[in-house]
């Protein structure tokens, strides 16, 4: 029984360059999230999956950000030329859609570093 | 627009007090409502659900409507307390369960 896990548990990237974050959720979870929590700032919804509906990509800060979910399964977060200001933790969580319980499960998060 | 507010950043308590975090929605509907918690090197993990009308780790929240709040109360406060915790109601749509959690309140329990 293997919660929702993420990679890398840390990256440090320059400047300008691309990074790629993953998420594997909890197995038969139809739902995803990816949030950003910065110090000092919260958390930060950036994109939901939701079985095969068109994604909510509202929260992300940018077009520099983008993300896929491959097969209903795992889900790849880009940043595109990243920038200092997107250093953060990066979490990802997974949900049933069943009821009554949504209950979100979280990965541990990636920390992203940018020099 | 559905926004949840938690208006206080940082709050310190000495153990033994209680301790109030406040949580205020603004959403269409009638959404569920969860506190998560977060302690220092661990993952972000559910708290309690207002549906299930329980108290963890003596933990109480009550839904009010009338105020669309869902304030997170402890009449004794502990140092094992300390962590951030974050509100979060949840709208439920056809095929679409949006949860979105407030910006958080680092509680402090000092000894």
């Known amino acids: 029984g293997a919660g929702v896990s993420q990679s890398p548990s840390n990256k440090v990237t320059e400047k300008g360059k691309d990074v790629e974050l993953r998420c594997d959720p909890i197995?038969?979870?139809?739902?995803l999230y990816w949030y950003r929590q910065s110090l000092g700032q919260g958390l930060e919804f950036l994109i939901y999956?939701?079985?095969?509906?068109?994604?909510?990509k509202s929260g992300l800060p940018s077009d520099r950000f983008s993300a896929e979910r491959t097969g209903g399964s795992v889900s790849t977060l880009t940043i595109q030329r990243t920038q200092q200001e997107d250093s953060a933790v990066y979490l990802c969580a997974s949900s049933t859609d069943r009821g009554p319980s949504y209950e979100q499960y979280f990965g541990p998060g990636t920390r992203l570093t940018v020099t | 627009a559905q926004r949840v507010t938690q208006p206080e950043k940082l709050l310190s308590v000495f153990k033994g007090a209680p301790v109030e975090l406040k949580c205020n929605y603004s959403?269409?509907?009638?959404?569920?409502l969860f506190w998560y918690v977060q302690y220092s090197r661990q993952r972000l993990q559910l708290l309690l659900r207002h549906i299930s009308r329980e108290s963890i780790k003596g933990f109480t929240a009550d839904l009010n409507k009338g105020e669309t709040s869902f304030h997170l109360k402890k009449p004794f406060a502990q140092e094992e307390d300390s962590a951030m915790y974050y509100c979060a109601p949840l709208r439920i749509t056809y095929n679409n369960n949006d949860m979105r959690f407030g910006a958080g309140t680092r509680l402090t329990v000092k000894p």
């Open positions: 959403y269409s509907g009638s959404p569920e």
């Open positions: 197995s038969g979870h139809t739902a």
């Open positions: 999956f939701q079985g095969n509906s068109a994604p909510d």
